[in-house]
């Protein structure tokens, strides 16, 4: 089995910054495209960041400049760093990840269970 848990949400004023961890764990054999979406209430799920196995990084406009996705290789950990956080930043924050399991040939899309972002002053 595969899973990826998200840490590091929280309620931060306007301006600030928080770090969001999302750890992948169990029989992985290779982790292909790690990405971070968010969904605001009433909203649907939006594409944030995603950062390829070499390090290769895209950011959504809204973000670029703010936050910076990277990766731990060999702990299987990806991160996003969020500065300058807006109240528009707020919403469940969910991390991404195409995983090859041991002894599968292809990767499976999975998701974290997600971690709250509120931005408030």
């Known amino acids: 089995q595969v899973q990826l848990v998200e840490s590091g949400g929280g309620l931060v004023q306007p301006g600030g910054s928080l770090r969001l961890s999302c750890a992948a764990s169990g029989s992985i054999f290779k982790i292909y495209v790690t990405s971070w979406y968010r969904q605001a209430p009433g909203q649907r799920r939006e594409w944030v960041a995603a950062?390829?196995?070499?390090?290769?990084?895209n950011y959504a406009g809204a973000v670029k400049g703010r936050f910076t996705i990277s990766r731990e290789k060999f702990e299987n950990t990806t991160y996003l760093q969020m500065n300058e956080l807006k109240p528009e930043d707020t919403a469940v924050y969910y991390c991404n990840a195409q995983i090859v399991r041991v002894g599968e040939r292809v990767y499976d899309s999975y998701w974290g269970q997600g971690t709250q972002v509120t931005v408030s002053s």
């Open positions: 950062i390829t196995p070499g390090g290769n990084t």
